[in-house]
């Protein structure tokens, strides 16, 4: 497939699949890349001092501020506007490095989880609250060290420490109040990560109550009361988002897009598509290269 956008790895050389940058010499170098779409095989926390513009996350403009927080996991695809300025610090780092154990894997994919309920919303930090301040300032203080057998385990503790810190302000939002310890949500990630595996496959919301092991009305009352939205609408939001990435950044025709998502005709594609966005899928391709 010759794909438009590109996707970066990171980067060879360093200690450790863990690096933190100062942003605004970050975008300042980085300035060809990061104004168009791309994606990376790394997830990226921004800690936003100053910040002004806008940053797109799949096709969802977010306005950036002050003090605030944005979590991007790996291979989503995002950039800035190009009248985007910002100041602060990134955080890079790899699956591989992070999840040394099952905990680790669970707390990023929370992360991840809180991150699509909310859209990748910005998470705007009260001045008061220094912890981000004093995580990252040790992680720098880290990087100064010599490598040894505990630095590793060390800077892990470390983006533990701002993974709950970012989760704890997610749950502070209007959508998470009173429900930050429900089982819907337990089962709506389940049912999330289990679609992100199977979402061309098994479009089917029959097929995901069986391998979770629960009635379609038990998952419809959880995903109604987590996202208010049904299980249905949930898959197809997924396929949409797949077919608008690839109507975008890649090349395939109309009717390899259809295959690839488990359609078994272009025509079916074609509906689906226009009825869920009101485009048919080359006029939203021409849309977007025209934008």
Request: charged residues 25%.
């Amino acid at each position: 497939m010759n794909k438009f956008i590109p996707k970066y790895h990171f980067r060879k050389g360093l200690r450790h699949e863990c690096e933190v940058i100062d942003l605004e010499h970050f975008c300042a170098n980085n300035r060809k890349i990061i104004l168009k779409p791309h994606r990376t095989n790394f997830n990226q926390l921004f800690y936003f001092h100053k910040a002004k513009g806008i940053h797109t996350v799949d096709f969802e403009d977010i306005t950036l501020a002050d003090n605030s927080l944005l979590f991007a996991p790996k291979d989503t695809v995002h950039r800035f506007d190009d009248k985007a300025e910002v100041s602060g610090v990134l955080l890079l780092f790899t699956d591989n490095f992070f999840c040394s154990n099952s905990q680790d894997s669970i707390l990023l994919r929370n992360c991840v989880f809180h991150s699509n309920i909310t859209q990748s919303t910005l998470i705007h930090i009260p001045e008061q609250n220094t912890v981000f301040d004093n995580v990252f300032g040790q992680i720098y203080r880290e990087f100064d060290n010599e490598k040894d057998s505990v630095q590793a385990d060390i800077l892990r503790n470390y983006i533990r420490l701002l993974l709950l810190h970012f989760i704890r302000e997610q749950i502070s939002l209007p959508i998470f109040r009173n429900q930050s310890d429900n089982q819907d949500f337990e089962l709506v990630r389940a049912f999330e990560d289990m679609l992100e595996q199977h979402y061309n496959s098994s479009p089917q919301v029959a097929y995901y109550c069986q391998s979770l092991n629960v009635t379609e009305k038990r998952l419809q009352t959880a995903t109604r009361n987590i996202l208010d939205q049904s299980p249905k609408e949930i898959i197809k939001d997924r396929i949409v988002l797949e077919a608008k990435r690839l109507l975008v950044y890649s090349s395939d025709s109309v009717k390899e897009i259809s295959f690839r998502l488990g359609f078994d005709e272009p025509t079916n594609f074609t509906k689906f598509f226009k009825k869920s966005t009101g485009k048919s899928p080359m006029d939203f391709r021409s849309s977007q290269k025209n934008d």
